[in-house]
């Protein structure tokens, strides 16, 4: 059974370094064709993707957050690590992880989610 | 990039209604397409993949079309477990549409 979980703070002041934690259970990342990718969704808004990293540690990126985000994977824990830096009001949104079986889906189609964890970005 | 564009934003229907979403891509995706379900407060759901292809344990009443830039989701006897916002997406560029909310007429 395949689950997601995301963890981080509720809570961010302007310009801070928002770092996003989503640990996995029943898959790895080491497997071919898997990958774990970051998506928000802002208050009463539309799904925005963030980021994507695949078991080859490929690396994909939203061009217009490319120069605010990092993304990381610790196979060994099970989990995918996301900084997004100089975060604003508008960051404000939940946060989402989910698995992505490109070998099955022939790309990019996320059939696992995690619950979400509402991030605020507020001084 | 690519942009993806929904119609209509809201309908409206009823229990037992033929319900029609459609997407559009700003150029051709072949069928590098994904429908999700989302409720309010929960994570989205996919229904479908690769503009037709029904995801496992989705009812089969959901179904997709549609290739190049113009896509399709049907429901063809609507229930009341499925008035949600649906979102399609696009692969190579993982771009979601603005969403269309099903709700109670």
């Known amino acids: 059974q395949i689950t997601l979980k995301e963890s981080g703070p509720t809570l961010v002041k302007p310009t801070q370094t928002l770092t996003l934690t989503c640990t996995f259970s029943?898959?790895?990342?080491?497997?071919?064709?898997?990958?774990v990718g970051w998506i928000r969704q802002p208050p009463g808004k539309a799904l925005e993707w963030l980021a994507l990293i695949y078991w080859n540690d490929d690396k994909r990126y939203s061009p217009s957050l490319k120069s605010r985000l990092t993304i990381t994977k610790d196979t060994s824990k099970n989990q995918v690590v996301l900084t997004m830096t100089n975060m604003d009001p508008v960051d404000t949104a939940t946060y989402y992880c989910?698995?992505?079986?490109?070998?099955?889906?022939?790309?990019?189609?996320?059939?696992?989610w995690g619950q979400g964890t509402l991030v605020t970005v507020s001084s | 990039d690519i942009q993806m564009t929904q119609s209509p934003s809201t309908l409206s229907a009823s229990v037992g209604d033929r319900v029609t979403i459609t997407c559009r891509a700003s150029q051709s995706i072949s069928s590098w397409l994904a429908w999700y379900q989302q409720k309010p407060g929960k994570a989205p759901k996919l229904l479908i993949y690769?503009?037709?292809s029904l995801e496992s344990g989705v009812p089969s009443r959901f179904s997709g079309s549609g290739s190049g830039t113009e896509f399709t989701l049907t429901i063809s006897s609507l229930q009341p477990d499925d008035f949600a916002t649906y979102y399609c997406?696009?692969?190579?560029?993982?771009?979601f549409g603005p969403g269309t909310k099903v709700d109670i007429k």
């Open positions: 690769k503009a037709s």
């Open positions: 029943g898959f790895s990342l080491s497997t071919s064709g898997v990958g």
């Open positions: 997406q696009q692969y190579n560029s993982v771009t």
């Open positions: 989910a698995h992505d079986d490109y070998g099955d889906y022939e790309g990019e189609a996320f059939d696992y």
